[in-house]
């Protein structure tokens, strides 16, 4: 089975400095993604950024990047330069490989409270 | 690119009624479909997968089910709601296994 450990309910953080969100991991299976999704206060799920079990470069999308360390099994998010507008849950997912049915639904963290303070 | 639509956007149901949401996907064709459901303060939870129409997967038992009628049709149903039913419901789109996309949700309030 796998599972997402977000261990941060929440965090403040001054405006313009950089964020580390932290997401562990767990799973038996040689093939997985990992994914980011930021979730405003709208409800309404954000797709981040995306790491792949066998890439060999961190992740980076403007300023986000994935710190994925593989042996540690975390899959850490950076913000550089954080703005008022990254205020949000941030959650942590995985993809496993596709189940007998061939679909391959994600396993969430239970997310970190990011707020950011002007 | 991938449009999800739910509608719709706030419901709120007594206990015991029925329950009808819809999604609908434009901009592919032949996606994966999926149903989460957010309780209040706490990550997703997958209910329903589908890979292709009429073809419909359970992750968790409930009271809830799901049907795909259409390619790019998804809905989500109950014959007798619960108060535990309450919640975000939240339906996602993926093609060829790459990341997926959310539509923008339901909340549902059950009293």
């Known amino acids: 089975a796998q599972k997402i450990t977000q261990t941060q309910p929440g965090m403040f953080v001054q405006e313009k400095e950089a964020v580390t969100l932290d997401c562990t991991y767990d799973?038996?299976?040689?093939?997985?993604?990992l994914f980011w999704y930021k979730q405003p206060s709208s409800g309404e799920m954000i797709f981040l950024i995306y790491?792949?079990?066998?890439?060999?470069q961190n992740a980076t999308e403007g300023r986000y990047s994935l710190n994925f360390q593989k042996a540690r099994k975390s899959a850490n998010l950076v913000i550089s330069a954080s703005q008022l507008g990254d205020s949000a849950m941030y959650f942590c997912?995985?993809?496993?490989?596709?189940?007998?049915?061939?679909?391959?639904?994600?396993?969430f963290g239970k997310g970190t409270h990011l707020i950011i303070q002007p | 690119s991938q449009t999800i639509h739910q509608w719709p956007a706030t419901l709120v149901q007594p206990v015991g009624s029925p329950l009808s949401l819809e999604c609908t996907v434009e901009?592919?064709?032949?996606?994966?479909l999926y149903w989460y459901r957010q309780a209040a303060g706490r990550g997703l939870q997958l209910l329903f997968y589908?890979?292709?129409?009429?073809?419909i997967s359970s992750e968790v038992p409930q009271n809830l089910s799901a049907s795909r009628p259409q390619d790019r049709q998804f809905i989500l149903s109950s014959k007798k709601l619960l108060l535990s039913d309450s919640g975000f419901y939240l339906c996602?789109?993926?093609?060829?296994?790459?990341?997926?996309?959310f539509g923008p949700g339901t909340r549902l309030t059950v009293l």
């Open positions: 790491q792949g079990s066998y890439d060999q």
């Open positions: 901009g592919t064709s032949n996606p994966n």
């Open positions: 799973t038996s299976d040689p093939s997985y993604g």
């Open positions: 997912a995985m993809r496993g490989p596709p189940s007998g049915g061939g679909a391959d639904g994600l396993t």
């Open positions: 996602a789109s993926s093609y060829h296994r790459v990341e997926q996309y």
């Open positions: 589908s890979v292709g129409i009429g073809q």
